[in-house]
Structure formats: C-alpha cells, structure tokens
C-alpha cells in the first residue's frame, strides 16, 4: 500500500440530507475508499470515514456493523469491476487480436481510473485475512476463466492448458499496468497497451487454432 497520508475532507463534506439506503451505501463506499487508498486497512478509522462522507459514525454503522465489513464490501465491489471489465473485453468482439487488445487494456483501465482502488485488489495491507484473501482470488479466477474459456474454444487446448495459458496473460497485463502507472507520463496507455498485447499476441497466436488443427 502507499505510505499513510492525509486524506482531505472537502468543505461540502458535510452532515447531508436524508438519502435512499443504496445511494448512502454508495456514498459511503466511496468515501471509504478515498481513506483506505490513502491508509491502508490497519491506519484508517471509522471516524475518518464518516468524516470523509460527512455523516455521523451512527449513520455508517448503519450500514457496515465494522471496519472490515466496509472493507470487505469495498473490496468485493473492486474485484467485480476488473472482472466485468475483462469479461466484456472478451464478448464484444470475434477478433482473438482485438480481445487480446481488450484484455490488457482492461488492467491497464482498472489501474488507472479515479481514486486507485486498484492497491486494495492487488495491494492489500490486509491481504493475509482469509476472506480479502478469497475475494482477491475469486477476482483473480474469474479473470482468468473468462480468458480460458476462449483460449480452450479457439485453440481446442485442454481446460488446464487453456488456463495456464490464461493466467500468463492476465499475470502480464496487471505487471505491466501498474509498472506503467508508476511512471505515467513516458509512454501514452495507448502506446503501452499496444506493446503488451502485441507481446501477449505473439505468444497466444502461435497456437494451432481449432478450425486448422481440424483440417490437419
């Protein structure tokens, strides 16, 4: 995780309106995400939370019965969004290439997005308790799978093989994406999504397709 720092408040965090049960969910989700990036898990406090999100600590309890339920329930909303983002880089196209493309890009997207929720899937402080442990796993499969299922379809590789094969690929996107992160700047997400899928490419490519191997 990044080194604890302060996590500002803006002036219109204040105590707010009556809000429907799933808008305050969502607001508070996000307002602890804002303190746990900047935290991590062990330095953050509720007080903090509540605070970021400019409602009283009986309020988020309300909502979350303790730190880590919020943590859990942030963490779980993180692993479907890589997931999601990485299931539909595969379904909206035929193109193996242009799901290559999509696949990396996807990691590359997740790191890069809007407060760096990202360091809570792949940089957890909190990473040895079993259920965050878990999640990051189930996060980590359903990735992966998603890839499979088209490497297995495409190639006729066998499900073990196919992923294997998948986990490679998604085990270069997220390397590659944070490595980029950390140095933003010298290479567009453009150009370096280009590089890594071209590489991924050349690798997933050279596997006889089935339609070929059916003609051997």
């Not at 062990?42 to 943590?71: C, T, W």
């Amino acid at each position: 995780m990044q080194p604890s720092r302060p996590v500002p408040v803006p002036p219109a965090a204040r105590r707010t309106s009556r809000l429907p049960r799933s808008a305050r969910r969502l607001q508070l989700l996000r307002a602890a995400q804002d303190v746990f990036v900047a935290q991590g898990f062990h330095a953050a406090a509720m007080d903090d939370i509540a605070d970021r999100a400019g409602v009283s600590k009986p309020v988020l309890y309300q909502h979350f019965p303790g730190k880590r339920e919020l943590y859990l329930a942030l963490l779980e909303q993180q692993v479907d969004e890589l997931s999601d983002r990485v299931s539909q880089a595969m379904a909206g196209t035929e193109d193996n290439r242009a799901r290559v493309d999509g696949a990396v890009g996807a990691y590359f997207d997740f790191v890069d997005a809007e407060g760096e929720a990202f360091r809570l899937v792949f940089e957890s402080d909190l990473r040895n308790d079993p259920d965050v442990r878990r999640l990051a796993d189930r996060g980590a499969l359903a990735c992966i799978e998603a890839i499979a299922e088209v490497i297995a379809v495409d190639t006729g590789a066998d499900p073990e093989r196919a992923l294997l094969l998948s986990a490679g690929l998604t085990g270069l996107a997220e390397n590659s994406a944070r490595w980029w992160l950390a140095r933003k700047g010298t290479l567009s997400r453009d150009e370096a999504v280009s590089l890594m899928s071209a590489l991924a490419w050349r690798g997933i490519s050279g596997f006889p397709r089935r339609d070929d191997a059916d003609d051997a």
